[in-house]
């Protein structure tokens, strides 16, 4: 295929004719396909039923003798603590593992941080004049919400192919000791499905802070979530910064969420000792313990981390279809355009396509109109503000590889259409 940019424009605009028919046809159809998050298929739920349908559903002594039925075990049960343990690739004692949402946790995290400090705080990060967060975008669009929510200022750092532009952050947090934090989702990142390389992993251990209590928020959400028996590696955070000499620099966060129930998992948070019991001290004045029996469901249910591994590859037969139609038609639709990339990873739960400078937003909109919803522009950066307007995250977990099929079509209409126009009338 000729670059479009190289194409006459009586030539393109013959093209926008056919594109313009095709979108056409589209509308008639009159589709209500929505992709605007990543949430697991009820194919993927029923993976997981066992646990509710089974003889483990009627289960409540967990293997040491606890009554899960009852009070207690701030922390989790032994037996959960052990397996996520495994899964973060931390010590027994380093983890707690809670109810269902990973993404409370990090919200409490940072609003203890505001009220309290942490461990080797000076003083409540509240009481700081203007706190800030770095935000590598595009990123996870709930991380920014938080921050937002909680008026912490986001920096946005740019993504390289290893992960975030460490040139910027180690510049940034050596300078300014109001940035408290940075995000990271460092397997499979979303959307790009990025992985953080070794070398990463090693600055953002070691770099110098000039906050003394600066800390990594790592969401490590897509630890075991591959979409073939290609396994990217990751160097754990935590490991690194013991080895860095800065042990309570990181935050681990992990859940079942997208492994057995999105609404009804569990979720667990990984940390040196020293933070974790800074932590649990302030987490008894809060509850007097988690879902005991869903702990007990999913460690009868999983057994141990090869339980977890060889469920996900159940998971990734449903899933890679849908990721391999996303490729298949925007091959076919822009392959060779020169309007448009788009991420190849070999896990998570997302793919990002890339437009031209100032298209994405009129992609998603022209979608919305005829029957596709996709994650709204510049979700994936701090603000919904997308510097360039090129972001584009395609989420195909949920619909029937035919449903993505005929999305993915009509999003690569729309993004030849906004960008023939583009062509067409450059500002």
Known sequence: MTPYAELRPAVLQALKQKLLARYSAFQEKKLTLDMTRGKPSPEQLDLAMEMLTGEISRQYLSPSGVDCRNYGGLDGIREARTLFAEYLEVADDEILVGDSASLKMMHDTIMGALVYGVVDSDQPWGKTARLKFLCPSPGYDRHFAVCQYLDIEMITIGMDEDGPDMDRVEKLVAADETIKGIWCVPKYSNPTGIIYSDAVVKRLASMATK?????????????VHH???????????LSACKEAGNPDRVFLFGSTSKISFAGSGVAMMAASRRNMEFILDKMQFQTIGPNKLNQLRHVLFFKDIAGIERHMKKHAAILKPKFDAV??????ELGGSGIASWSRPNGGYFISIDTFPGCARDVIT?????????TPAGATFPYGKDPEDTNIRIAPSF????DV???????GI??????VDKLLSPS
């Open 414 to 419: 729309c993004i030849q259409l906004v960008s």
């Open 366 to 374: 022209k979608a919305a109109a005829a029957g596709v919803k996709l």
């Open 211 to 223: 906050a003394g209590d600066f800390r990594i928020f790592c969401d490590n959400a897509y630890a």
């Open 227 to 237: 979409l073939s028996d290609v396994h990217d590696p990751l160097k754990n955070m």
């Open 399 to 402: 619909p029937s590889v035919v």
């Open 327 to 332: 490729h298949d038609v925007l091959d076919n």
């Open 405 to 411: 099929e005929t999305a993915m079509e009509l999003v």
